[in-house]
């Protein structure tokens, strides 16, 4: 315990860095899967058709552990911040996607008839309707994609992406267990902070639809 | 007004039409029932007059426009629409459900919030203790009050509601039904009203459009059809009951011999009163003949069972007591 407070005065800058690189390259990545997945989830509610075998593929990404997912950036984009946040992307994708097509397909029809109905446009349905009454389960679906990008992307260290997996890497082969520790501890806080972030959000999204106005 | 010419619609791969060239003409200001078995086609033709479905054959004019070649999000602003789960947004407050369509149109805040309130009163529904509540926060009949709220608030000429009150508990049901007429009538809406509750038909119903297989087989006055049902499908539908049900149209007062003195000792009936529980008045007492009475000083006149059953069978009607309309398409 003494020796890991020691370790973290010892390393200032070492922390910064590798705790920049860890949030740059984790919420890059959550900001690509949000931008991917949640037009992608839009456009697939429009089109049940192609919703089947999208959700078929999205499934089989989710099969394929993390580090192999990393690892098979390597020869197809080299090593290095790119291929870790194509990576990380492709990780936390289903979660986002998922998300927004089930909780733009638990809008009740009857409220997205009635708004049909008053002479809302389409966009106009999804803008002040479906996305508002889906919030919650979209929400939910970006806490679990964060988490599980700053989790995953300790993993970046082993192709040149640096972040905190660095420490962990690093404290493991010097067999210097403060680094080792303070580096877990750091990925845990960072994913913690995430969780209680997207969580807060999700409750207010929630609070919007209830009984009484916030 | 709302006139349907030859409308029909067939529901891609299904084996015949939903709805099978329907002619239905509804006239200004008038209420029609549309009923008919489940499946009939009620929903699907009441949806394609606003063209949340779009008919697959035939004309729908509304307000002398024909809708199939107006912009249908532009039309839908322009006719009310209530359904039966009611729709409202849970987001949103009460206020904010009912200025759905002004707020479309692009009315000032002003103008919206005075609607609202004004739209809420009608409606029977206190602005100050519902404006900012929440829809869970209400019971079922003041869901549905906001939802008529919520279609009349831009003042749209025409009505479309689809099974409004199947939700309702009973009590509720009633009252709703009979507010909500008169407030039909004294904004001259036209209306098209789904159900299938007979009763709901003939309370609220102007006119009575009874459908089978997507066919329209009898448009015409509540009175007419229960009297004279176009075939025997239609008899059925209404049921065997149906001679007294067309008592409930028509009072004491209108089928009363007025004047005329009523014998010694006969049970008295308010003027107002159906003839339904007029006559339930001379089964329960035997007598022959009741005094029709107004709160004034004397008997207005006097109302006889051969009088009633005169009526009840349909034979022509001496007194005028039903009152005559236009011809029906
Ligand atoms: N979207 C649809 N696609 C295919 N068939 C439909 C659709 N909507 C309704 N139908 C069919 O059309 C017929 C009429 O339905 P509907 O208009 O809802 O009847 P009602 O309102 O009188 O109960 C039914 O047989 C129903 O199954
Ligand atoms: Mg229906």
New interface residues.
């Given amino acids: 315990m003494l020796d890991l407070v020691a370790w973290l005065r010892a390393h200032p800058d070492l922390l910064l860095r590798t705790g920049g690189e860890h949030a740059l390259l984790s919420g890059l990545s959550l900001l690509i899967a949000a931008g991917i997945g949640l037009p992608l989830g839009i456009a697939l509610t429009r089109q049940p058709r192609l919703a089947g075998p999208v959700v078929a593929l999205v499934n089989t990404l989710r099969t394929i552990p993390s580090l192999a997912l990393l690892v098979i950036m390597l020869p197809l984009l080299g090593t290095g911040t790119a291929p870790s946040v194509v990576a990380l992307v492709l990780y936390g994708l289903p979660a986002v996607l998922l998300n927004t097509m089930a909780g733009l397909g638990g809008v009740?029809s009857?409220?997205v008839?009635?708004?049909?109905?008053?002479?809302?446009?389409p966009a106009?349905v999804l803008a002040?309707?479906e996305l508002?009454?889906a919030a919650p389960v979209i929400l939910a679906g970006l806490r679990s994609a964060a988490v599980q990008i700053v989790a995953a992307a300790t993993l970046a260290v082993f192709i040149g992406g640096g972040g905190f997996g660095e420490l962990i890497s690093a404290g493991m082969g010097l067999l210097d267990t403060p680094q080792l520790v303070a580096g877990a501890l750091a990925v845990a806080a960072m994913a913690g902070a995430a969780e209680l972030g997207f969580g807060w959000a999700e409750r207010m999204a929630t609070r919007?639809?209830?009984?009484?106005?916030p | 007004m709302i006139r349907l010419e030859g409308v029909g619609k067939h529901y891609p791969g299904a084996a015949r039409p939903a709805v099978d060239g329907i002619d239905l003409l509804i006239e200004e200001g008038r209420t029609c029932a549309l009923i008919g078995p489940s499946g009939c086609g009620k929903t699907t033709t009441l949806r394609m007059v606003n063209r949340l479905i779009e008919p697959s054959s035939g004309r729908i004019v509304v307000a002398g426009r024909d809708v199939t070649a107006a912009d249908p999000v532009k039309l839908r602003r322009g006719i009310g629409y209530v359904i039966q789960g009611t729709g409202l947004f849970p987001h949103l407050s009460v206020a904010g459900n009912v200025a759905t369509v002004p707020r479309l149109l692009g009315w000032d805040r002003a103008r919206i919030a005075a609607r609202v309130d004004a739209m809420l009163g009608l409606v029977g529904l206190d602005p100050a203790l519902f404006r900012d509540r929440r829809p869970a926060s209400l019971s079922g009949g003041q869901r549905q009050r906001v939802g008529v709220a919520r279609a009349l608030a831009a003042d749209p000429p025409v009505l479309l509601m689809d099974e409004p009150f199947a939700a309702v508990d009973p009590l509720e049901r009633g009252r709703l039904q009979r507010e909500i007429t008169e407030i039909l009538r004294r904004l001259r809406k036209t209306v098209i009203l789904v159900t299938h509750d007979l009763d709901e038909a003939i309370r609220m119903g102007d006119t009575v459009a009874v459908m089978r297989d997507g066919r329209l087989v009898q448009h015409d006055r509540p009175d007419q059809v229960l009297a004279a049902p176009a075939d025997a499908f239609v008899a059925e539908f209404l049921g065997s009951d149906r001679a007294l049900r067309r008592l409930t149209l028509l009072t004491a007062a209108a089928a009363c011999r007025s004047g005329e003195r009523p014998p010694e000792g006969a049970p008295e009936v308010p003027a107002e009163a159906s003839l339904q529980v007029a006559l339930s008045i001379l089964l329960g007492s035997g007598a022959e003949a009741l005094a029709v009475v107004d709160g004034g000083p004397r008997p207005v006149g006097t109302l006889s069972l051969a009088a009633i059953r005169a009526l009840a069978a349909g034979l022509p009607d001496p007194s005028g007591a039903v009152a005559r309309s236009p011809p029906l398409v």
């Fill in positions: 009740p009857d409220i008839d009635a708004a049909r109905g008053q002479g809302l446009a106009q002040r309707v508002p009454l919007r639809l209830g009984p009484t106005a």
